[in-house]
Structures are given as structure tokens and as C-alpha cells.
């Protein structure tokens, strides 16, 4: 008699993760999961009543490692210097984990506590309680949209490698030579000089993060001259 496959809710986030790894979050389903545990799909149920249950476990792992790893030290602009790059950094070892993030509610006990982590960071400035909340808000979607953009990219390139096709560079340099000048000049001298190379480097987030930074500084500075 063939012995049943031990199955727990840990091996099923495993499993979970590994899956989003090798196919992607538009591919990912619960038959998908089940034939990789090797049961069939109605057991899921049993740890999870839907697809989007599991979801918010997952991104509620994201949360908990977050919140692990974040060292809260320093004032506000310290905090959420530290708090970003964690962020950014545990993002980008969890695949997926920026889409499951963005597409979660906050009804799981790590994701409250880790909004409340991050609004905690700007308790003692001056801003109100709106203004706390955009800034924590635009922060936070900044790291998501950059870590996103970058998975997207890599994405986009694995997928022409593997099909063959080749990358798209003497494509974009013919179709850029077929436009007027006033539509593409900046645009081409950004692209052959290689600027475009920094998308998605550390010198880029950490630029990006700067002019954020400086708002919320100057933000900071009108509601003290009040």
C-alpha cells in the first residue's frame, strides 16, 4: 500500500515558495501546489480555505522577517533608512514577495505589526497622523515598485534568453533611429551611455531614497517653523 506523503502547513509554505520561484505568481495555483506536495488539492483546504488565505500567510512571513531583521535605531531619518533597505533586502530573497505584499490586507498579526513598526518610526516628529501614514505609505511603495521592477526586468530577460530571440539592444537602437530627433535625443543619449545599466543598483535606491528623505526633512522643517 503506497504510504500518504506527510504533509504540515510548513512544508506547504515551503512548497509554496518554491513554486513562485520556478513559475512565477501568474502560473501559481492550488492543483499546482498539490502535485508538487504530492496530495490532492482538496487537503489544502484543511491548512487553507482559499488561495488567497495562503497569500496572506505568506506575505505575513515577509512581515515577520522584516521585522526580524530591522535594527530601530537612531531618529526618523535613520529608521527608515534602515527600515527601507531591510525591507528591500528580505524582498529580494523571497520571490513573488513584493506582489503578495502589495496585494494583501493587513489581517494578519505580522503585517499589523509591522505597519505599526514602520509608523513608529515617525511617532515623534511633528507631522499629524495623515501625514505620518503618507509618509510611511510612499516610503514603503517606493522599495516595492523598485524591487518589482527590478524582478520584472530579470524576468523579461530570462524569458528572451530562453525563447531565443536574443536581447533587445540592436532592436532599440534601430527602432530609436526611426524617430525624430526632439522625441528620442535624450532618451538615446541615457540608453548609449549606458545610464539605463543603473536600474535597479544600489546607487540607484539609494539615490531614490535620498530625494524621499529630503521631502520628509522639508516637510519636517515647515511644520517646526510654524
Not at 484543511?46 to 535594527?71: H, N, P, T
Not at 505584499?101 to 493587513?106: A, I, V
Not at 536600474?199 to 522639508?218: C, H, N, P, R, Y
Amino acid at each position: 500500500m503506497k504510504k500518504q506523503p506527510q504533509i504540515s502547513e510548513e512544508r506547504i509554505l515551503a512548497a509554496s515558495w518554491e513554486l513562485l520561484g520556478e513559475e512565477g505568481l501568474e502560473k501559481f495555483s492550488l492543483r499546482r501546489l498539490a502535485d508538487r506536495l504530492q496530495i490532492q488539492a482538496p487537503s489544502l483546504y484543511w491548512y487553507f480555505k482559499s488561495k488567497q488565505a495562503l497569500y496572506q500567510r505568506l506575505a505575513g512571513d515577509v512581515s515577520r522577517v522584516i521585522l526580524e531583521e530591522f535594527r530601530q535605531e537612531g531618529g526618523w531619518k535613520e529608521q527608515l533608512t534602515e527600515l527601507a533597505a531591510t525591507v528591500r533586502n528580505v524582498l529580494g530573497r523571497y520571490p513573488c514577495s513584493t506582489q503578495l505584499m502589495m496585494m494583501t490586507l493587513p489581517h494578519e498579526p505580522e503585517i499589523i505589526r509591522f505597519t505599526n513598526r514602520m509608523l513608529l518610526c515617525v511617532e515623534s516628529t511633528p507631522l499629524d497622523q495623515a501625514e505620518k501614514m503618507q509618509v510611511v505609505t510612499t516610503l514603503v511603495n517606493y522599495v516595492y515598485f523598485f524591487v518589482l521592477d527590478d524582478y520584472q526586468h530579470e524576468r523579461n530577460i530570462a524569458t528572451m534568453l530562453k525563447e531565443g530571440t536574443g536581447l533587445p539592444g540592436d532592436e532599440m537602437l534601430h527602432l530609436m533611429d526611426t524617430m525624430h530627433e526632439q522625441d528620442v535625443g535624450l532618451f538615446r543619449r541615457m540608453y548609449t551611455t549606458g545610464l539605463f545599466k543603473l536600474m535597479g543598483s544600489d546607487t540607484a535606491f539609494e539615490f531614490g531614497l535620498k530625494v524621499i528623505l529630503l521631502g520628509i526633512e522639508q516637510v519636517i522643517k515647515e511644520h517646526e517653523q510654524q
